[in-house]
């Protein structure tokens, strides 16, 4: 006899359908002057950082602390984006295989940054478009990158990414925010950023992060 018990057969049975979801994780993605630089910009420009909006299904967007509690700085403000772009575009090849993505020959970048404060969070959702908000688009996130960059030692705790398996209902898998860490995944997976701690909630103390889509435009 094996010894296997019913409750080892049934958990068997749960955990095969259960799977996990498809990411890839790179330490020290970038030259640490590069990783300094960024963060020396980020703090240079607390009083740029916008309240983090939610995107509807309308394509409007809304404000609602409860799911999200960030500050973003767009596109247009980040001044290392274009640089950071191409680090990033020279990488997506194996990224992409490593998520199981179909690297894209064309693809688009959009990119901005984000701090999430004392209390900071964003609860479990995705980044693709649905409805009316995809109707009015000119492209699909098809991949979601991450990219960290923080004080160190680090003057918060928390703020881990919790990435859900793709079916099933195993636990998240969570995965910390550590600086010059790169995280990708295909942008239906979903996910959230645990609550963040920061002590005095000092700006500098934040958790940042470098947000980055991969589109691919509509035929």
């Known amino acids: 006899m094996s010894g296997e ?3 080892d057969s049934a958990a068997a049975v749960k955990s095969s359908a259960t799977r996990r979801a498809p990411h890839h994780v790179i330490d020290g993605f970038l030259e640490n002057d590069m990783a300094d630089e960024i963060l020396a910009y980020l703090l240079e420009q607390e009083d740029q ?4 909006g939610i995107l509807d299904r309308e394509g409007g967007l ?3 602390d409860s799911i999200r509690s960030a500050y973003k700085l767009p596109f247009e403000r ?3 984006a274009d640089h950071y772009a191409e680090k990033l575009t020279q990488a997506l090849p194996a990224i992409s295989k490593a998520c199981g993505v179909e690297p894209l020959a064309s693809p688009i970048i959009d990119i901005d940054a984000a701090a999430y404060r004392d209390g900071g969070l964003y609860t479990p959702h995705v980044d693709t478009l649905t409805h009316a908000a995809r109707t009015n688009s ?3 996130r098809i991949l979601s990158l991450i990219y960290y960059v923080n004080r160190q030692p680090s003057g918060f705790t928390g703020g881990e990414l919790a990435l859900y398996p793709i ?4 636990q998240p898998e969570l995965i910390a925010p550590q600086h010059n860490r790169l995280v990708a995944f295909p942008s239906f997976v979903r996910h959230e950023v645990k609550p963040v701690s920061v002590p005095g909630d000092a700006f500098d103390d934040a958790r940042f992060s470098i947000n980055c889509w991969v589109l691919r435009p509509h035929n």
């Open 78 to 80: 980040f001044a290392l």
């Open 5 to 7: 018990t019913e409750q």
């Open 138 to 140: 000119t492209a699909d």
């Open 49 to 52: 950082f916008t309240t983090g």
């Open 62 to 64: 809304f404000v609602d």
């Open 167 to 170: 079916f099933g209902d195993g």
